[in-house]
């Protein structure tokens, strides 16, 4: 009798009862690992955490062996991940939540909770987002990206405005947004943690961030928004993968927060301009790391709701409320 475990978009096919046991129990260089397929897009941030975890060797130490797939950001990787192309890509728990609200079967392990922040020019004469009125805002996405969202409810609540009304909107991918902020074609931008920092150590200045402005709006800051998300089936039929996952994670974060080397070797990949981008980047990405423990189901309901009333069903979907089993947990 055999079980079949998906990985690579085919099967491996391991003995069950005593034999399955002895191969996850053997040391990594003799046993044949189950590979999980990661389809992240290259030049984002995560594959700095990924590529350490491969090169120190923390997959196949707890267990697995990971291979990447480059795919393209957004939506290309979900349709990965749902058409079994890959095992897991990262993507936020909001989007795990609408997907479980419309049946389908998948899992969050937190990554991180990074966010970013409404950047504006070192010499802007602006204190506070009234003081934007009339002037040109780039943000990284839509109408219904999350952190313009938040944005909006926290200009609406705490300083009486209408924060869409009262300035013009340029939307547009992270890099475009980046070189419009740096040219002065718009007078503030919103974009991802990693081109906030890279603006930051351009010189510009954080007018007000993401987490400041969701913790005026009674929002847990802790509560890591990125996560790698799995196939249900996978954590099902075989715990122990998400478990390597989630322990080879945690293992290259704590490499990187207190490892200069390790950022060292990373550095060609990251794409920093000068030491000042560099350490911008590793900053943001240290500061982004989530505390040990269960995510909060609590806190998340309540973004959610807060997502729901803002983004409605263009954003959540169906998932007015937290459903069942979107994250992960140890013993799952």
Known sequence: MTIAIRFRGAFRRIAV????????????AAADLPVLKLGLQLSGTVNWEVDTIRHEGFDRANGIELQVQDVAVGPAGQVALQAGEVDAIVSDWLWVARQRADGKDLVFIPYSRAVGGLMVPKDSPAKTLADLKGGKIGIAGGPVDKSWLILRAYAEQQEKIDLAATTEQVFGAPPLIYK????????AALNFWHFGA????????????VTEAGRALGLDPDTPLLGYVLRGEVVRDH??????????????????????????????????????????????????????????????????????????????????????????????
Do not use: C, H
Not at 17 to 28: C, D, N, W
Not at 180 to 187: D, F, M, P, T
């Open 17 to 28: 009862g005593a034999l399955a046991s002895a191969v996850f129990a053997l040391p990594a």
């Open 180 to 187: 419009a902020a740096l040219s002065g074609e718009v007078q």
């Open 198 to 209: 890279k603006m930051q150590a351009a010189g510009m200045r954080e007018l007000l961030s």
């Open 239 to 332: 715990p122990e993968v998400a478990k390597a996952l989630a322990a080879a994670s945690k293992q290259a974060k704590e490499r990187l927060a207190t490892s200069a080397d390790a950022w060292d070797r990373l550095r060609p990949m990251m794409n920093a301009e000068d030491d000042a981008q560099f350490e911008a980047l590793k900053a943001g990405y240290i500061a982004g790391i989530p505390a040990d423990g269960p995510v909060s189901e609590e806190a998340a309901g309540k973004m959610l709701a807060l997502m729901a009333s803002l983004g409605g069903e263009e954003l959540v979907g169906k998932a007015t409320t937290l459903p069942k089993g979107v994250f992960w947990t140890p013993g799952s």
